[in-house]
Each structure stands twice: as C-alpha cells, then as structure tokens.
C-alpha cells in the first residue's frame, strides 16, 4: 500500500480554494473511453473506490453522473482539458455523506476522450 496525495486549487476571479487529502492506495486502475451522448460505466458498486480521478482530452465537456442508493443522482461536469478528483463519500441532501454505487460519463454532443484513474 502507497501514499497518495490528492491536491488542487481553483481560482474564480479573485477568490482561491485550495485543498488536498492523503489516501492510502491499495491499487490503481487506470482506463481510457471514448465518451459519446450516451452514459458509459466507469465503475459500478462492485468495485468499491476512495477516489476517482477523470481527465477530459476532447474539445467538448464531459457530464459525470453518480449514482447514490439506486434512485438518487449527483452531476458535475468535466471542462475540456480538465482534470477532476472525486471522493467516494459526499453529502447529498444530508449531514451524512453517501456513498457513490456508480459512475457514468457523456457528453452532450460529439466525442471526447476521457482517461480516468480509480483509486482502491
């Protein structure tokens, strides 16, 4: 088992979030898909995960859809040329954080090419 640390900061005119997070990886999985307008599985609740990280390589971004408790649904979105980091736990609607079962990757409209790295 590695060390991991996960950093980022994002800026919006003036204002900076900065974080990061140190995980210890028992194994990384790496895939590459071509994401069309349909949902594609990146991984479902058979592969339990501390982390998934997604790189968009098209020229259009990437919808991500998580699934919570079968029924309930998170999006966020990948910009073109983007990395994003996602944790296994967030909250939905709860003090609690809920654990992802699933998650999917599209686009709205043409390709992109998405490399993606699941973090066990």
Excluded: W
Aim: aromatic residues 8%; hydrophobic residues 45%; glycine residues 6%.
């Amino acid at each position: 088992m590695d060390q991991l640390t996960l950093s980022a900061t994002a800026t919006y005119g003036s204002d900076t979030i900065t974080g990061s997070v140190a995980i210890t990886a028992k194994e990384v999985q790496q895939g590459v898909l071509t994401a069309t307008n349909t949902y594609a599985a990146v991984l479902s609740a058979v592969e339990p995960f501390q982390a998934v990280l997604f790189t968009n390589g098209g020229a259009v971004d990437v919808s991500v859809r998580l699934t919570f408790a079968s029924t309930q649904y998170a999006f966020f979105t990948v910009p073109s040329g983007c990395t994003v980091a996602l944790p296994r736990l967030i909250n939905v609607n709860s003090a609690t954080p809920d654990g992802v079962e699933a998650v999917h990757v599209r686009t709205v409209s043409g390709t992109a090419e998405v490399t993606y790295i699941v973090v066990l």
